[in-house]
């Protein structure tokens, strides 16, 4: 069974763009959680989606923004880019939106905002 | 705000040293402690724990949870070089939302 798949696993973004981040869950995962881990630091949660929906996200502002696809696969927008989006990328996946399941993470994607 | 804390923040050991690593929390409406090894890039899963008291085991590698103290510990004996990784401690909200602490990096010298 495939686990969860991040694209691209790099990417070299200059300041002021947009970057487009994507995750597939593990089949029938119906959650998919983005986390940004800058350099040397812990997992800031960003966004969680369930059922197509945005449940929940952290203290990011607005130009972080994302969606869940009906086949529950994710996109992660960054616009604007700043220098300081430069970070690891993560994306989770979990079975159940209310009980007690594990995340599991895909590889991410690291992005460089030069 | 949840919160989570993990100590030492890093710790280098020798193989063959036992280690415990320390997580403690501040949750509203707790559901479960997860704990997560990260070599390079994904954190691979290693234990949930949702009741205090009943150690979880794997190998080298054990957990308990303790609600009365909002704590939990990672303990690893007879620790070998793979074990070096920075080590993860989330906690799981009623609202299905996983916050991680800021990591213990264990460095395990041969």
């Known amino acids: 069974e495939a686990g969860v798949t991040q694209s691209p696993t790099h990417l070299i973004k200059t300041r002021g763009q947009q970057a487009t981040l994507r995750c597939s869950p593990i089949?029938?995962?119906?959650?998919v959680y983005w986390y940004q881990q800058a350099l040397g630091l812990g997992l800031q949660f960003l966004l969680w989606?369930?059922?197509?929906?945005?449940?929940n996200r952290g203290n990011f502002p607005p130009r972080f923004s994302g969606r869940q696809f009906p086949n529950y696969s994710s996109e992660l927008n960054v616009n604007a880019l700043e220098l300081e989006d430069s970070a690891l990328y993560l994306c989770?996946?979990?079975?159940?939106?209310?009980?007690?399941?594990?995340?599991?993470f895909g590889q991410g994607t690291r992005l460089t905002v030069v | 705000e949840d919160k989570v804390v993990q100590s030492p923040l890093s710790l280098v050991v020798h193989e063959g040293d036992t280690v415990t690593l320390n997580c403690s929390y501040e949750?509203?409406?707790?559901?479960?402690l997860l704990w997560y090894k990260q070599e390079k890039k994904a954190p691979t899963f290693l234990f949930m724990l949702?009741?205090?008291?009943i150690e979880k085991k794997s190998g080298r590698l054990s957990s308990i949870l303790d609600k009365k103290e909002l704590s939990s510990i990672l303990n690893i004996t007879a620790t070998q070089t793979g074990d070096s990784a920075i080590y993860l401690c989330?906690?799981?909200?009623?609202?299905?939302?996983?916050?991680f602490g800021g990591g213990t990096r264990l460095m395990v010298k041969p």
């Open positions: 089949s029938g995962h119906t959650s």
């Open positions: 949750v509203t409406n707790f559901r479960s």
């Open positions: 989330a906690v799981n909200n009623a609202g299905n939302m996983l916050t």
């Open positions: 989606y369930d059922e197509g929906e945005e449940r």
């Open positions: 989770a996946s979990s079975l159940f939106r209310w009980g007690n399941t594990e995340a599991f």
């Open positions: 949702t009741s205090s008291g």
